[in-house]
């Protein structure tokens, strides 16, 4: 990543090993291409999140960051977007091992009614053939299941927010390798897909329920699209940080608390990353065994 880019400070303090371009440039592997597609209003702790999962891997990755041409960003600056991040009509010609599709906080609005709906729509298309695997995270998920198979979100009368315990279906997919029966994670969001309607397409299993919180993960078979509802790259905090946003703007009237996340459910305690774990997993697992097992050494031979 780019000596520049914010995030690359925050993880090195970390501990987390960040290779320079130079360093790369003298190793003779070929570097996995990944690319995110930024949707978040506060970029650079999104971007910060997800780097901190993929470098979980002893796979060298080439990162590209990616932001809608049409929608301007109010709450990054004009010159980090600049800086540090390409427009879908800088790549369209070009392939990728990997996209990560983030969410977006529109949940409540109809796909179409959102500004830079034409532009997601030519851009789930293009991954069909320019992409090897695209990994879609909660609206980027819905709005792929929407669009590629006609499944509907509903919007839910409180917001799932906190985290929540989770259990395998029994589907097999390489992306679930290694997790537990049952497992924790975070979600936070006003609406919900059902999973009946994931599995009447016949080309989407559901792999990880909530009995609370509802689906969480489901992938194609062949493990070129993956759907995550949930947010297993939320920090520790930012379930918190969330809470006291929609506090301080009284939006419901009390703020639920999210569940199951503070300690003995008290605000005023320090919560703990009781996720981490399977976060980290379910990255490692996409970048082996759905990109690296899968691609070919020149990503335009795909």
Not at 113 to 139: A, F
Not at 184 to 211: K, Q
Request: proline share 7%; aromatic share 10%.
């Amino acid at each position: 990543m780019p000596h520049e880019l914010p995030a690359r400070a925050i993880l090195e303090a970390e501990n987390i090993f960040v290779m320079s371009d130079e360093r790369a440039g003298h190793q003779d592997i070929r570097p996995m291409r990944i690319a995110i597609l930024n949707l978040m209003p506060m970029k650079v702790t999104t971007e910060t999140q997800l780097l901190r999962l993929l470098s979980n891997t002893p796979l060298q990755i080439e990162i590209t960051l990616l932001h809608t041409a049409s929608h301007v960003s109010r709450t990054t600056s004009a010159e980090h977007l600049d800086s540090f991040y390409s427009t879908f009509d800088d790549v369209a010609h070009q392939h990728f091992d990997g996209l990560i599709i983030t969410g977006a906080p529109i949940e409540k609005l109809d796909f179409e009614e959102v500004d830079y709906w034409p532009e997601m729509t030519r851009i789930l298309d293009w991954t069909r053939t320019n992409v090897q695997s695209t990994l879609h995270v909660c609206w980027g998920a819905q709005a792929a299941l929407y669009h590629h198979y006609g499944v509907g979100k509903y919007e839910v009368p409180q917001k799932i927010s906190g985290v929540f315990n989770h259990r395998l279906t029994g589907a097999k997919s390489p992306i679930i390798t290694g997790f537990d029966d049952e497992f924790l994670a975070p979600h936070s969001r006003h609406t919900d897909v059902h999973a009946s309607e994931i599995e009447a397409t016949g080309e989407v299993d559901v792999l990880a329920v909530s009995e609370e919180a509802g689906v969480f993960l489901a992938a194609t078979a062949d493990g070129r699209q993956i759907f995550v509802t949930g947010h297993p790259e939320y920090d520790a905090d930012t379930l918190y940080r969330e809470y006291r946003r929609d506090s301080e703007h009284g939006l419901p009237v009390p703020v639920p608390v999210p569940a199951h996340y503070f300690p003995d459910d008290d605000p005023t305690a320090v919560p703990l990353n009781r996720w981490r774990g399977h976060g980290h997993l379910l990255y490692a697992n996409w970048l082996n065994y759905c990109i690296y097992q899968e691609t070919p050494f020149d990503p335009a031979e795909d």
